[in-house]
């Protein structure tokens, strides 16, 4: 799966995280945790949606530890220190993304 053929999608299943990815869904799940700069917006049935800007953030950590053979500790250094320059959050508004994901889903479905 690649990034073309997703073109049109906003949001990821962590399937789909981990075809195009090429990592395993409890990797993602890890850092996910480990980095505090994941944040999934969660559907009422629980099921994680990544959104694109999730998805780049796993194709960095996947760059820095497994091409560039970094620890954890230092990807996370590396990842923070990006974000803290940048002026972003560590972590985005995972409760106002899972409104909007909701809403959006809603007006689909009518």
């Not at 789909?16 to 945790?33: F, H, M, T």
């Not at 530890?65 to 970094?70: G, L, S």
């Not at 923070?80 to 508004?93: C, I, S, T, V």
């Amino acid at each position: 799966m690649l990034l073309e053929d997703l073109a049109g999608k906003e949001f990821f299943t962590i399937g789909d995280i981990k075809r195009l990815c090429g990592v395993p869904e409890y990797s993602v799940r890890y850092w996910e945790a480990e980095f505090g700069l994941i944040k999934p917006v969660r559907k009422a049935s629980g099921h994680r949606r990544y959104t694109r800007a999730d998805v780049d953030t796993i194709l960095k950590i996947k760059d820095l530890i497994y091409r560039q053979k970094m620890t954890l500790e230092g990807a996370k250094k590396i990842l923070l220190g990006r974000a803290k320059e940048a002026g972003a959050k560590p972590a985005a508004d995972a409760k106002l993304l899972t409104e909007i994901y909701e809403t959006l889903s809603q007006i689909l479905k009518e």
